[in-house]
Nanobody
Framework: QVTLVESGGGLVQPGGSLRLSCAGF????????MSWYRQAPGKGRELLAD???????DYSDSVKGRFTISRDFAKNIVYLQMSSLKLEDTAVYYC???????????WGQGTQLTVSS
């Protein structure tokens, strides 16, 4: 089990940038990859980006080229650098650690990003 704590959300104007952080605490050695999801009002949770311990990254089409996931393995932190933000990026952003069985996945509490002029 890993406790995940996100930070960095806020209000940003369209076209702006922001970086989210997620710190992991607990059984860090059990982590094989870390991901970012988001959930917009009235929509399901969407996988945005993930990064394995080996450094392989993958992105959803909706954020590819605009968002970058990175990890500081020494500090057990995963980041999501977001740029060229759009109104439709408004959502609660969640940090996630997948497990072999989804019911055991670790999730952060979420951090709100609002893109508005």
């Amino acid at each position: 089990q890993v406790t995940l704590v996100e930070s960095g959300g806020g209000l940003v104007q369209p076209g702006g940038s922001l970086r989210l952080s997620c710190a992991g605490f607990g059984n860090i050695r059990s982590i094989t990859s870390m991901s970012w999801y988001r959930q917009a009002p009235g929509k399901g949770r969407e996988l945005l980006a993930d990064m394995t311990n080996g450094g392989r990254t993958d992105y959803s089409d909706s954020v590819k080229g605009r968002f970058t996931i990175s990890r500081d393995f020494a500090k057990n932190i995963v980041y999501l650098q977001m740029s060229s933000l759009k109104l439709e990026d408004t959502a609660v952003y969640y940090c996630h650690v997948p497990r072999p069985y989804p019911e055991y996945d670790d999730w952060g509490q979420g951090t709100q990003l609002t893109v508005s002029s």
